[in-house]
C-alpha cells in the first residue's frame, strides 16, 4: 500500500469508527418527540401560538435541559440567517434536507415572513422541507402549525431526493428557483442531493447552500466537492463559519453558487 492510499485508508477507518459511534449515540426519536410535546404544553403552547421565535427559543432551552436534541442552534442560526438576509434579492424559496423537530424549519419560514411581511406566503415564499421518519413529519407539522407559518413552511415525508423530484415535477419548485438549500440530514446523502439539485438546475447565480456537521460526524466528500468549487456546470465558492456550541467548536459550511 503506497503512502497516500494507506492515509485514505486510515481517514476512512476513522470517519467510518466516528459514524458508528455517532449512530450508537443517536437519540431515540420517538422518545424526545412525546418529551419535546410534553414540554411545549407545560410552558403554555398558547404563548407560542404565531410566535415562531418564542418557539425555536422553547425548542432550544428544551435541548439545554439534558434532553440532546440534534437541531441547528444558535449561534449557527445566526450565521445562516445573516448570509440569507444579506442576499442582493430577498430570497424566496428554500429547500431544506432534514426537518427533524421542524425547529429550522421554522426559523427560515419566520425569516422569509420577517423579509416579506405577513403576506410572505401569498407572495409565493416557501420554505420545503423534506423528513424521512413519520413521527417526526407529525410533531414538525404541528409545530410549524402553532407558529402560524403553515402556509409558508410544508413538511413532505420520505427519501428528501424522492421528495424533490416530486415538487420539481409538480412544478412546485422550477429551474432556478432555490435562493437556499439548507443540508442537514444524514451525512451520506449530503453530496448525492446537491448533486440531485444540480441535475435538476434548482439553483440560481447567487444561490446559497448551508450544509451542517460538515466536520462532524463529517461529510469530506461534500466538502471536498465544494471547496474544489463543484464538478460540472454547477460552480461553487464555499467557506466554513467556525462557532463554539456546548460540546466544542462546530462547522457550518456556507457555499454560493458563483455559476450556473
Ligand atoms: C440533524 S436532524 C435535522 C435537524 C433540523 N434541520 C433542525 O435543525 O431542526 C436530521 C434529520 O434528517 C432526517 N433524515 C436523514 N436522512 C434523510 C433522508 N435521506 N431524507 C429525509 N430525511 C432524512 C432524520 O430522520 C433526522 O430527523
Given at each position: 500500500m503506497s503512502q497516500t492510499s494507506w492515509w485514505e485508508w486510515s481517514q476512512g477507518v476513522v470517519s467510518n469508527l466516528q459514524h458508528s459511534i455517532f449512530s450508537l449515540t443517536k437519540p431515540s426519536q420517538s422518545n424526545n418527540a412525546d418529551f419535546l410535546r410534553a414540554y411545549i404544553k407545560e410552558h403554555g403552547e398558547e404563548t407560542f401560538r404565531n410566535n415562531p421565535w418564542a418557539l425555536t427559543a422553547a425548542i432550544e432551552d428544551f435541548a439545554s435541559t439534558g434532553k440532546h436534541l440534534m437541531i441547528f442552534k444558535e449561534p449557527k442560526l445566526k450565521i445562516a440567517r445573516e448570509a440569507l438576509e444579506s442576499l442582493p434579492t430577498k430570497p424566496k424559496l428554500i429547500i431544506e434536507f432534514g426537518t427533524y423537530v421542524g425547529n429550522s424549519a421554522i426559523a427560515w419560514g419566520a425569516i422569509l415572513q420577517g423579509l416579506h411581511g405577513p403576506n410572505a406566503a401569498e407572495k409565493g415564499c416557501r420554505v420545503y422541507t423534506f423528513e424521512l421518519d413519520p413521527i417526526m413529519v407529525r410533531l414538525s407539522r404541528d409545530l410549524v402549525q402553532l407558529a402560524g407559518l403553515d402556509e409558508i413552511v410544508h413538511v413532505l415525508e420520505g427519501p428528501a431526493s424522492e421528495s424533490l423530484r416530486k415538487l420539481y415535477n409538480e412544478g412546485k419548485v422550477t429551474a432556478g428557483d432555490v435562493d437556499m438549500a439548507f443540508i442537514d440530514h444524514w451525512e451520506e446523502y449530503y453530496l448525492a442531493d446537491l448533486q440531485l439539485c444540480e441535475e435538476l438546475s434548482?439553483?440560481?447565480?447567487?444561490s446559497l447552500v448551508v450544509a451542517d456537521n460538515t466536520d462532524f460526524p463529517g461529510a469530506p466528500k461534500y466538502l471536498e466537492y465544494v471547496r474544489s468549487g463543484?464538478?460540472?456546470a454547477v460552480r461553487y465558492e464555499s467557506e466554513g463559519y467556525t462557532s463554539q456550541t456546548k460540546r466544542g467548536p462546530s462547522v457550518v459550511e456556507i457555499s454560493t453558487v458563483v455559476e450556473v
Open positions: 434548482v439553483f440560481h447565480k447567487g463543484g464538478s460540472g
